[in-house]
């Protein structure tokens, strides 16, 4: 039988072949974080009609005459290159910016993804949108210990509570009216709390007199006094002074003339307070805003890098899964080195390019086309050889 036709044969299957993968391209032009994928081909064995002959005296070298015995698909590899942004306004929706990939668990198998359409589900659990469990680490005490051991999924504590903080100093700052008259006095309360979270209210009174003003603060139980002196409007003496555990700090104030607007500045206490909202970091942190004010950190994703993710097998949901050729998986925070940053309220589109898709649509076809052409001119052929016997 004709070689020719055996050749178009694996050539109809190649270009199958790339009309599928084209095909998938195509249907996936809206799958959050889809990575097109690109046929490779490359010629099948050749057979050898004429060995190469090396020169001689008397005449040149000749070179090997072979013909090629088809087609066949060499590789299909994934394009991972960034996809176009897309803004949500969702809190759990997140977008990697650079390289690496989402950890996943499902039927307890590490998968890896580039979709970040997440969400809580009934227990607390940051899920993919098929139920995969989204890994990282959880913060205990707020504190977040990033080692590989500690990975799991990340649980959102709807009932956590941001402890209590006592109050251990207080700072004040404005300013002490120096041409007010001897024995005026100026008043400001400070609200300071215990390591319950039980506030009690400080109240400082701030005398003029002669050499500058004195200071007596009281919280109902204890009380305290100091000496402010001034130099050319700068404080020189009397910084800071202690009541009931809190060091009132006064470097702040200052003594020029007309103005009095001396305030309590801060405190470093807080009351207990209940979980608000939370935020996404660049660096994959899940910061939660708590009724009494403080940010705490509650959780951070985790992030897999590999040597080689062309190796990496997809395994159905836009997940992917490691194989031999990927090379071992790294973990690591969102902004480490050779590790992307994190967006979030944002999901990563598609990478499908259209018009190159439709362009290797055409390409297929006309392949496919061509190469059935080659079977109906070989049975041509073969019809014209039987016809010899007429």
Request: no cysteine; hydrophobic share 35%.
């Amino acid at each position: 039988m004709l070689r020719a036709l055996y050749s178009a044969i694996s050539g109809l299957r190649s270009h199958q072949t790339m009309l599928d993968v084209t095909g998938n391209n195509i249907a996936n032009v809206n799958t959050t974080g889809f990575k097109a994928s690109a046929t490779q081909f490359q010629d099948t064995l050749s057979q050898l009609v004429k060995g190469a002959s090396g020169p001689q005296a008397g005449a040149g070298g000749t070179n090997p005459a072979q013909i090629g015995l088809g087609v066949q698909v060499a590789a299909i590899s994934t394009n991972f290159s960034q996809g176009s942004a897309q803004a949500t306004g969702r809190a759990t929706d997140m977008m990697i910016s650079g390289n690496g990939f989402f950890v996943v668990q499902s039927g307890g198998e590490d998968l890896y993804t580039r979709a970040g359409s997440f969400s809580f589900d009934a227990g607390g659990r940051l899920v993919t949108p098929d139920g995969a469990l989204v890994q990282g680490w959880t913060a205990v005490n707020g504190a977040i210990s990033t080692s590989a051991g500690s990975m799991g999924p990340i649980v959102l504590p709807q009932n956590t509570v941001a402890p209590a903080i006592a109050t251990s100093s207080a700072t004040m700052t404005g300013n002490l009216p120096n041409d007010a008259t001897t024995g005026t006095v100026v008043s400001r309360d400070v609200d300071v709390y215990d390591g319950m979270g039980s506030s009690r209210t400080v109240t400082m009174n701030m005398t003029r007199t002669a050499g500058g003003w004195s200071v007596t603060a009281s919280d109902g139980t204890a009380t305290g006094t100091d000496t402010l002196g001034f130099t050319a409007g700068k404080l020189t003496s009397g910084a800071t002074m202690a009541i009931g555990g809190v060091t009132v700090d006064f470097s702040g104030v200052t003594g020029y003339a007309g103005l009095t607007t001396v305030v309590a500045a801060r405190q470093d206490g807080r009351q207990a307070g209940t979980l608000q909202a939370f935020s996404i970091a660049k660096d994959g942190s899940l910061v939660g805003s708590y009724s009494n004010g403080s940010t705490v950190p509650i959780a951070q994703l985790s992030m897999a890098t590999f040597t080689n993710p062309q190796g990496l097998e997809k395994a159905g949901s836009s997940n992917y899964r490691s194989s031999i050729n990927t090379g071992d998986v790294t973990i690591a925070t969102a902004g480490s080195p050779g590790v992307g940053t994190l967006a979030g309220g944002s999901l990563e589109m598609s990478n499908v390019d259209l018009s190159q898709e439709f362009t290797n649509l055409i390409v297929a076809q006309r392949g496919f086309q061509a190469n059935a052409r080659i079977i109906t001119t070989s049975d041509e052929i073969l019809q014209e050889l039987t016809n010899l016997k007429r």
